[in-house]
């Protein structure tokens, strides 16, 4: 799939996924009120959350997508990076920071006014609308796992798209957050006791803390900058063994730039015999063969250099005693 393609469905993604929240936020919100109940209060919280969230990544999106120009040769690519990790921790303060109050203040008050018809037939209607959107997520996330040639689950643990990653993970936790909503408002109707509700609003936000957690692990991650997978490290080290003027691959680093662009740095030690235009000819040729196959790299840089020890396997951040094996999509 080409770059365009990819940037295209994930801010349709995101759309999709604003729009339904916002929706449901209003719905729950007129419906928390109605009903007096903590969980659904807590649930209107989790989708204005999901909503501004929603409005982040699409900054993300944009922004990230900028051109290189001449104060940032490589690109806008990080700053995606730091709009989502603004995302995340805006899940974590105003969505689990609300929904964890209100839920304290629930228990402790044992207070409740109001109808509960109306927080279940919401409940129902924003399960409908929230599963429509993680549909959108889920069909984005099968087909970019396709492409990576890996599965849908190690392509969400890996991916450098964390947008979609977002929108899938807050979706999910939408609709795991209305079941519990639903469980304790029912629980609290059937006892008349407060607490199943109390219970259950805390139960959201510590949900959204763990989202929250999650999105903003991934985000420091690539912000610092993140290699691509060990898999993908071994086929780049292959195609630059397999060039014919190559002895062997002294050191190889990758890092990711941005959702869709990779930076392959290498020093490859050239046959003695090499000559320059030879040289030349191999790294144009080296260019040609990664970005055929892996089309999210964007520069590839190739250092000509003696090895100092033969026989040794090629040099990598990724081979240093307790770093995680995969690094990236």
Known sequence: MAEPEVKTESVGTVVVAGAANLAIAIAKLVAG??????AMLSEAAHSVADTTTEVLLYLALRRGARPADPRHPFGYGKESYVWAFLAALFTFVAG???????????????DHTGDYLVAYVVLAISFAIESVSLARAVRQVRGESRRWRTT????????ADTTVKAVFLEDS?????LLIAA????????T????YDGVASILIGVLLLVV????????ISLLVGRAVSERTHRQIEQELAALPTVDRVDTLMTMFLGPEDILVAAKVDFRDDATGAEIEA??????RRLTGRFPEIAYVFLDPTRSRATGRRARTTQDEPGRPVDQGA
């Not at 609300?98 to 044992?110: E, P």
């Not at 469980?183 to 059937?190: C, W």
């Not at 008349?192 to 607490?195: A, M, S, V, Y």
């Open 33 to 38: 009120l109605l009903s007096g109940s903590a």
């Open 192 to 195: 008349g006791d407060e607490l």
């Open 152 to 159: 849908p689950r190690r392509y969400l643990r890996l991916t």
């Open 183 to 190: 469980a304790g408002l029912t629980l609290s109707h059937l």
């Open 282 to 287: 191999a790294a144009d040729e080296a260019e």
């Open 173 to 177: 936790a939408a609709l795991v957050g």
């Open 212 to 219: 929250a957690a999650i999105l903003a692990h991934s985000n």
């Open 96 to 110: 689990a920071g609300f929904a964890i109050t209100h839920g304290v203040t629930t228990i402790l008050v044992h």
